[in-house]
T-cell receptor
């Protein structure tokens, strides 16, 4: 069964460094998302992406964040200058058609900022 | 702003009992509602999706109901097993197809 994959599974970085989190959505899906979950808190929406552009972003998704679909399979989240409070589990999700179909989530990347 | 609440936050049941997990949301203008399972330190596994026009959805031992007008959904798990121990998350799709999540119901099934 097709699934969303994410790399790396765990990333440790120092404050102020740039990180890129990678995702491979399910191949026939057209809508892509990033969410994050800070330890012990709710899963929070960051951004949605369709047709090579951002369709919606939350207030969390400030100028430090960017997303890109550099080729036909990958979907990336870049954090330019990481802060301690960016430490969280980051989930990528995709769906075939929004908003009627399920969003399928990847296993997540645990980002630790020291 | 859409707020999703799940009650109870945690519960323990003996194996074989039925589980009832509740979810409420503040804005009834939703497209659909999804229930997920999350194991510790892991990703989210989609269990059921209920469209806003539906009243319930079933998959095996799982049954989810939706009352959109009152902003409520209930997930029933029949004849619980130790393998059902996990956190169950409720999420609604609203706005420009973003998901808003509850904090989850942490379930322990005691053998």
């Amino acid at each position: 069964e097709p699934e969303v994959t994410q790399t790396p599974s765990h990333q440790v970085t120092q404050m102020g460094q740039e990180v890129i989190l990678r995702c491979v959505p399910i191949s026939n899906h057209l809508y892509f998302y990033w969410y994050r979950q800070i330890l012990g808190q709710k899963v929070e929406f960051l951004v949605s992406f369709y047709n090579n552009e951002i369709s919606e972003k939350s207030e969390i998704f400030d100028d430090q964040f960017s997303v890109e679909r550099p080729d036909g399979s990958n979907f990336t989240l870049k954090i330019r200058s990481t802060k301690l409070e960016d430490s969280a589990m980051y989930f990528c999700a995709s769906t075939r058609e929004a908003p009627l179909y399920e969003q399928y989530f990847g296993p997540g990347t645990r980002l630790t900022v020291t | 702003k859409q707020e999703v609440t799940q009650i109870p936050a945690a519960l323990s049941v003996p194996e074989g009992e039925n589980l009832v997990l509740n979810c409420s949301f503040t804005d009834s203008a939703i497209y659909n509602l999804q229930w997920f399972r999350q194991d510790p330190g892991k990703g989210l596994t989609s269990l059921l999706l209920i469209q806003s026009s539906q009243r319930e959805q079933t998959s095996g031992r799982l049954n989810a109901s939706l009352d959109k007008s009152s902003g409520r959904s209930t997930l029933y798990i029949a004849a619980s097993q130790p393998g059902d121990s996990a956190t169950y998350l409720c999420a609604v799709t609203y706005g420009n197809n973003r998901l808003a999540f509850g904090k989850g119901n942490q379930v322990v099934v005691i053998p």
